[in-house]
């Protein structure tokens, strides 16, 4: 009796991690393509990889970007889950990315061409978005839309 207990307890914390989801890892190579996108739209020429992290004792299984350079981010990555639909997974991808961009640039990316403060990946109406906070607030551009520098 025991022993089926646990076994049931075991089942209810069982998260799906990216072997069980495969579509969820090719959403988000998708969406790194997109924020890839936006790295040369936006002047530089350089792209960052998707790497996962082992499942095990002590590692979560996430997904991370990596930079051109081996910077990355410096948050807990990218959940598998995360690529449960396309936006979930574009802003998990684009923040996770521009952390870690961030810290091979040492400088803010990307950056509002109207403000000239950096910008941060949104869901936002069902869409997903680098929302810059200046004047109250507004949509700079779809991710994976960046336009020229
Ligand atoms: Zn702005």
Same mark, same amino acid.
């Given at each position: 009796m025991?022993?089926?207990?646990?076994?049931?307890?075991?089942?209810?914390?069982?998260?799906?991690?990216?072997?069980?989801?495969?579509?969820?890892?090719?959403?988000?190579?998708?969406?790194?393509?997109?924020?890839?996108?936006?790295?040369? +739209?936006?002047?530089?020429?350089?792209?960052?990889?998707?790497?996962?992290?082992?499942?095990?004792?002590?590692?979560?299984?996430?997904?991370?970007?990596?930079?051109?350079?081996?910077?990355?981010?410096?948050?807990?990555?990218?959940?598998?889950?995360?690529?449960?639909?396309?936006?979930?997974?574009?802003?998990?991808?684009?923040?996770?990315?521009?952390?870690?961009?961030?810290? +091979?640039?040492?400088?803010?990316?990307?950056?509002?061409?109207?403000?000239?403060?950096?910008?941060?990946?949104?869901?936002?109406?069902?869409?997903?978005v680098?929302?810059?906070?200046?004047?109250?607030?507004?949509?700079?551009?779809a991710?994976?839309?960046?336009?020229?520098?």
């Amino acid at each position: 009796m025991a022993e089926l207990a646990l076994t049931v307890l075991e089942a209810i914390e069982f998260v799906p991690g990216f072997s069980e989801e495969p579509l969820w890892l090719a959403r988000i190579e998708d969406a790194l393509r997109l924020v890839n996108q936006d790295l040369a +739209a936006s002047g530089l020429c350089q792209t960052c990889l998707l790497r996962v992290q082992e499942d095990g004792p002590g590692l979560t299984g996430n997904a991370y970007i990596e930079t051109w350079n081996g910077h990355t981010g410096t948050g807990q990555g990218i959940f598998p889950a995360s690529g449960a639909d396309p936006v979930t997974a574009l802003t998990a991808v684009a923040e996770d990315a521009q952390d870690a961009v961030m810290q +091979a640039l040492w400088s803010v990316w990307p950056a509002c061409p109207v403000h000239q403060i950096g910008v941060n990946a949104r869901d936002r109406a069902k869409a997903a978005v680098w929302w810059c906070a200046g004047d109250g607030g507004h949509s700079v551009t779809a991710i994976g839309e960046w336009h020229g520098h």
